[in-house]
């Protein structure tokens, strides 16, 4: 069980439990999920060592609980509480913005007992005539009930891809393989991914495909044929093998990579040219003498092409640029130099300042900012002016006292008021070395009003980067309605950065507003938001994102050195 999985087993006896009215109960189980969610070590082996128990909020109850859970993977009392909820309750409270006192009144005066027959409801307009429910009401389930579908099965690009990656491993450790590749939209950098796709190019078919569906994590073959085999892992996730001739390998890799819309291109471009292109080879259609294969950069060589990124395959001009030889040179791992987006224990990170910068130099960052919340953001513990000042202070000194060379900057994530101001004087504000900016509350204004509130926010000539700029949590929070065209124009008036945050429910700005940005003139800083230690790694996501909006060094502060950093900050506000 991995710690999510343990924190939503406890979210959820926490919904039931509210559902059935108990005070204080549910509020405790919800501390310590999120206690345990931001945790450093795996839950297990926190079991393991009896440190279970020093979770904050977990005490005798919770940690006998934590440990059946970790012992036999369910849980008993949850069973139970499930048994005593009507039936299609927790599926409706599970649509964004449905509370459990709603749920109880759809299920109750409609009769509602599912998410499907919730959405017959709402389409025949029978949520709009209860009391207390109006037009806008029955819209927004409307909507949550879409998020929720098109969400579908999805997981995100940063589950996706370590599980992925272990599973390649383990590949790599049972055969001696020098072909093989993560395909699909995983390769591509997609946000979030249907199902991952491995191509292995080798001559020994059967020996891939045992140890393939042999992998401990496969929980059902689903389908196992001489060269494709496709299982279910834990979790739930689908997993395709394709296994191939060497010989086409390169053809295999660029088709599986896709996107299906990058190929359909590449084929018309093909039969343009008189040639035939599949995932065997490009071939010459009268002689079908085999022309490349072996070599993805070939392939796209006999089409008269450069080699163009997996990120930017999605048919949305790529192939013009790579005609035209505009292709951008994307922003590298290697050209990131910090992250400026980090929590400690100051607000509701769970690590304190010192621990934050050695991990940072464990990395081989050169720098870190160190930024929490505000005031006005009491459930997040956000400081006070006096708290800020006093960390101004306590990051100083943390990086007085380490030893990784690291640059500690002192920031702050300010929260910028439904009225655009900012949660901080601006007299605090000049003290820090970087001030992010950010709405936490009231995200469902109108187009006009949240305009107006961000542009506000950078106009205001205290702030640095805009954080987290859409708001939206993907498959659960839709992007708050804003003129992004109108906040680029004002960023770049004003010399504000975006934030691309690489949270990995985040991705914010995602990948198509990041290059509406650079459009703009913007200029992007990556920071991952991380709560704890281990979301430090998060960056990757936001490098990721970054290259999939066509982004290129020069259009990220984090590539610069922290003096040249530090310079660019300070430059704006004096
Ligand atoms: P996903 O899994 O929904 O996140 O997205 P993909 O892009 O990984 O899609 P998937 O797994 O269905 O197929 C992997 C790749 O294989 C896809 O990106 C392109 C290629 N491919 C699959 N089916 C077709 C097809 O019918 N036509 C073309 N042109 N390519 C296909
Ligand atoms: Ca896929
Ligand atoms: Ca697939
Ligand atoms: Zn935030």
């Avoid at 709603?102 to 209860?130: C, F, Q």
């Avoid at 309605?481 to 990995?504: C, H, Q, T, W, Y």
Wanted: net charge negative; hydrophobic share 40%.
């Amino acid at each position: 069980m991995r710690n999510e999985d343990v924190a939503a087993v406890f979210y959820e006896i926490a919904d039931i439990l509210e559902l059935q009215g108990i005070a204080f109960k549910p509020q405790a189980y919800r501390r310590a999920a999120s206690a345990i969610e931001q945790l450093d070590v795996e839950i297990a082996s926190a079991v393991a060592s009896g440190t279970h128990r020093e979770i904050p909020g977990v005490g005798e109850a919770i940690a006998k609980k934590i440990e059946e859970l970790v012992r036999t993977g369910s849980l008993d009392y949850l069973e139970r509480l499930r048994a005593e909820t009507p039936p299609g309750l927790l599926e409706i409270m599970s649509v964004p913005d449905i509370g459990p006192k709603t749920a109880m009144i759809l299920v109750h005066d409609l009769g509602v007992s599912s998410l499907g027959e919730l959405k017959e409801a709402a389409l025949a307009g029978k949520v709009k005539k209860l009391k207390g429910f109006g037009e806008r009401t029955e819209e927004r389930i409307l909507s949550g009930i879409k998020t929720l579908e098109s969400k579908g099965r999805r997981a995100f690009l940063g589950e996706a891809l370590p599980v992925a990656r272990a599973y390649v491993e383990y590949l790599m450790g049972r055969i001696r393989l020098d072909l093989i590749d993560v395909c699909g939209s995983l390769r591509r950098g997609k946000e979030t991914i249907g199902d991952m796709d491995i191509l292995v190019g080798w001559d020994n078919a059967p020996a891939v495909t045992d140890a393939f569906t042999q992998y401990e994590r496969v929980d059902e073959v689903i389908v196992s044929g001489a060269t494709k085999t496709s299982v279910r892992l834990a979790g739930g996730f689908q997993a395709d093998l394709r296994i191939v001739e060497r010989s086409s390998y390169g053809a295999a890799l660029q088709y599986f990579t896709g996107s299906k819309e990058h190929n359909v291109l590449i084929r018309k471009m093909g039969i343009e040219k008189g040639l035939k292109v599949n995932e065997y080879g490009v071939f010459e259609r009268d002689s079908n003498r085999k022309l490349a294969g072996d070599t993805e950069d070939g392939v796209y060589e006999a089409l008269g092409l450069p080699w163009i990124p997996p990120e930017l395959r999605e048919d949305a001009g790529e192939i013009d640029a790579a005609l035209r030889g505009a292709l951008p040179t994307l922003l590298e791992p290697s050209d990131v130099k910090g992250d400026l987006h980090v929590h400690s224990e100051w607000s509701d990170g769970a690590d304190s300042i010192d621990d934050i910068v050695s991990a940072a130099a464990a990395k081989g960052h050169k720098f870190v900012a160190i930024t929490d919340h505000t005031q006005s953001l009491s459930i997040a513990n956000g400081l006070s002016p006096e708290k800020v000042l006093a960390q101004i202070e306590a990051v100083r000194k943390a990086e007085e006292r380490s030893e990784g060379g690291v640059r500690a900057f002192a920031g702050s994530e300010v929260d910028i008021l439904a009225d655009g101001s900012l949660d901080l004087p601006p007299s605090v504000l000049r003290e820090l070395d970087v001030v992010i900016a950010s709405v936490h509350s009231r995200l469902k204004m109108e187009p006009k009003e949240m305009t107006a509130r961000l542009v506000a926010a950078i106009e205001s000539g205290e702030i640095d980067i805009v954080g987290h700029p859409t708001g939206r949590i993907i498959g659960r929070r839709d992007p708050a309605s804003i003129d992004l065209e109108k906040v680029f124009e004002s960023a770049r008036e004003n010399g504000v950065m975006m934030e691309i945050n690489a949270f990995p429910d985040r991705l914010d700005l995602r990948d198509a507003h990041c290059r509406m940005a650079k459009d703009n003139g913007v200029m992007m800083t990556i920071g991952t938001d991380a709560h704890s230690l281990r979301h430090l790694d998060y960056l990757e996501f936001g490098i990721i994102t970054a290259r999939r909006g066509w982004l290129e060094k020069s259009d990220v502060l984090n590539t610069l050195d922290p003096a040249k950093v530090e310079k660019k900050l300070r430059g704006r506000r004096a």
